[in-house]
């Protein structure tokens, strides 16, 4: 046992090996970080997609059709985009949890970390009228 | 290269920054853990020697690729431990097995263990229980086993034991108490078991023969 050692300097000279360089893992911790911060801002633009739905909804006609107030909202949800948000609060959620500080933290607290973060961007996307801006490229 | 006195004057961390300039360094650091790690792969796992051996290797050099992935943050022996616990798992996923087997050393250590737990009597056990102790510790659930092998077995702190199984420290000490827990359930299950299973004397059988 006590070779192992000499065993690993043989190996480390004979197929010439070397540390990765420093570079690689600042690449790789910065792309872990771009990549939440962009589907951070993704989930924002996404919800604030929902938010312009339902304010666009009509909400007299909950009286027309007889329906409770909480069940018309629920029909006329978008769904679709709702569902597109939850996956991307899961991808940041999961990539967070990848990077140093990810697993310091217990699970509960990320989860509300990541969702606070999320909310906090989704707010300033609406009132800054950038996601209608985006919404209106992507037109 | 440095030599061997001056190695053992330096630190984990100083011992990584010269590994980093030349190579041949990297033996001090392997060769101060290269035992450690053995140790603590043999009881995370049953393994053979000559696959400790092969595994030990695989370690010290995703350990030297990945040297300046190194975060000074963290202890290196922290680091080390992670990589260690991650591919002996790897390599018990090959082997789709992960019998564990404490070997006799061990015994001490155990009773150490148990001494460290107030809810539990000192004076009830002898080193005859701590292979008792040992039966009863490969029953536990592999999280439990983990915590109870690195906070008694490596001697690790909270804080080292959160950095090696990436968990946070909360969850290092839940665990830690639901495993000190787990245990004396299963002790105790065991002794009432024993009790149980008495020993009755055979009596010759009458030959039919005459």
């Given at each position: 046992m006590a070779q192992v050692s000499q065993k690993i300097i043989e190996e480390i000279s004979d197929k010439q090996l070397k540390p990765k360089p420093r570079s690689y893992f600042l690449v790789y911790n910065a792309v872990i970080w771009l990549l939440i911060a962009f589907f951070i801002i993704f989930d924002g633009i996404l919800l604030c997609v929902n938010i312009y739905g339902l304010a666009a909804l009509d909400w007299s006609l909950s009286q027309s059709f007889n329906e409770r107030l909480a069940t018309f909202t629920t029909n006329n949800l978008p769904l679709l985009w709702l569902s597109l948000s939850f996956v991307a609060i899961s991808f940041a959620y999961i990539l967070f949890r990848l990077t140093d500080m990810g697993y310091k933290y217990r699970r509960r607290w990320t989860v509300l970390i990541v969702l606070f973060v999320a909310l906090f961007a989704t707010v300033l996307l609406y009132f800054t009228g950038t996601s209608r801006m985006i919404l209106n490229l992507i037109d | 290269m440095i030599t061997k006195i001056e190695s053992s004057k330096l630190t984990d961390e100083e011992l990584v920054t010269l590994t980093l300039a030349d190579k041949n360094n990297y033996f001090y650091l392997a060769n101060r853990y290269e035992e450690k790690l053995s140790r603590y792969i043999k009881r995370l796992a049953n393994f053979s020697s000559q696959d400790v051996e092969d595994i030990l290797q695989d370690i010290f050099i995703k350990a030297y690729l990945n040297l300046n992935s190194f975060n000074p943050k963290l202890k290196f022996s922290s680091w080390l431990y992670r990589i260690t616990h991650n591919e002996t798992i790897n390599h018990f996923k090959k082997a789709r097995t992960r019998p564990i087997t404490l070997s006799t050393e061990d015994n001490e250590l155990i009773l150490q263990f148990i001494a460290s737990d107030s809810n539990i009597e000192k004076e009830m056990w002898s080193q005859d229980d701590a292979a008792s102790i040992q039966r009863t510790l490969t029953k536990l659930n592999k999280n439990y086993r983990d915590v109870i092998i690195l906070k008694y077995?490596?001697?690790?702190?909270y804080k080292e034991i959160s950095d090696i199984l990436r968990k946070p420290m909360g969850t290092v000490a839940t665990l830690l108490n639901r495993a000190k827990k787990s245990l004396r359930e299963e002790i105790e299950k065991e002794t009432t078991e024993t009790k149980r299973k008495i020993k009755w004397p055979k009596f010759p059988k009458k030959s039919l023969k005459r």
């Open positions: - | 077995f490596e001697d690790k702190d």
